[in-house]
């Protein structure tokens, strides 16, 4: 069993920054794949960034955050990072950690844990 725990949400202005961690339980963290997904209000939790534990070719970023966003973990802290920049109102949501034994281009039904998720509010 993975547990995972957000945190790093929060309120920032258009073209801020801000750094979300998830806090993974268990001695088996870096076999898995991490992944970041989001829901906006009345919307669907879309893809935003996947990790495998090594390796070239290792990242998967969606179109919308490829260039603003950086997916990195760190296997000693159990622990994996979603730095944003340059955000905009669209990136409001609520995000997920997701943890998962598939690759990085899987879709969100093939990740097997969830966090409860981290509030994002980008204002204009």
């Known amino acids: 069993q993975v547990q995972l725990i957000e945190s790093g949400g929060g309120l920032v202005q258009a073209g801020g920054s801000l750094r979300l961690s998830c806090a993974a339980s268990g001695r088996t963290f870096s076999r898995y794949t991490m992944g970041w997904f989001r829901q906006a209000p009345g919307k669907e939790r879309e893809f935003v960034a996947a990790?495998?534990?090594?390796?070239?070719?290792?990242?998967y970023y969606a179109d919308s955050v490829k260039g603003r966003f950086t997916i990195s973990r760190d296997n000693a802290k159990n622990t994996v990072y979603l730095q944003m920049n340059s955000l905009k109102p669209e990136d409001t949501a609520v995000y997920y950690c997701?943890?998962?034994?598939?690759?990085?281009?899987?879709?969100?039904?093939?990740?097997?844990?969830w966090g409860r998720g981290t509030q994002v509010t980008v204002s204009s």
């Open positions: 997701a943890a998962g034994t598939g690759g990085i281009r899987v879709p969100k039904d093939q990740y097997d844990y």
């Open positions: 990790i495998k534990w090594s390796g070239l070719a290792s990242t």
